[in-house]
């Protein structure tokens, strides 16, 4: 979440992503990016933001203004596909919260004037 | 969340960090190391997940049974240096988001039979 439009004013909606890969594949940067460029062009969508460390366990967690358009997002065909090649071929575990932001706040170092 | 006990039904609440760390710091592993180990012994704690990528973004969920649970950690005395600290020495920039888990569902490798 890079752009200040992006931290609208809670109650909106989180889905925490967080998973162990089992291992490298060059197609799984190309879907990843894929899906982050699709979910952007979904109804509700309001940002994205993901680390994965060097052991393969990664966090990523996107924003939505309602729980539908998660659900929506959820049903889409191609991230419909997505999963079942994230399950076939990359994750070796995977858990997913659908989570209500209730409250939220942001710091940042006094001498950056923009990010 | 390694342990089933750390996987309970929904509501409960889950404290997103995300943050940008201005740099290394031989200490910071130290500091997060403690803290992590602090939060297990708070009332209401349930589990954390972290990671953070080589440029240095990182996210951390931590899972507590209720808000106020949380409210309580904020306000420990020693995190509350550990925020200081992390403001004056790790930190370029961080978000914090307060939010009800309401589902969640996990999947997981069928021939791996335990973790």
């Known amino acids: 979440m890079s752009a200040q ?51 393969g366990f990664g966090i990523t967690v996107s924003y939505w203004r309602t729980a539908e358009e998660i659900t929506a997002w959820r049903a889409h065909a191609e991230h419909t596909d997505a999963r079942e090649q994230g399950r076939a071929s990359w994750y070796s575990q995977y858990d997913v919260r659908i989570a209500k932001v209730e409250r939220a706040y942001s710091w940042e170092r006094a001498e950056k004037t923009s990010r």
Chains 1, 2 share one sequence.
Do not use: C, H, K, W
């Open 5 to 55: 439009s992006q931290r609208p004013e809670p109650p909106y909606y989180a889905v925490i992503f967080s998973s162990r890969r089992s291992g490298t594949d060059e197609e799984y940067a190309a879907m990843s990016e894929r899906m982050v460029a699709l979910a952007a062009q979904q109804p509700g969508f309001l940002g994205v933001e993901s680390a994965r460390d060097a052991n």
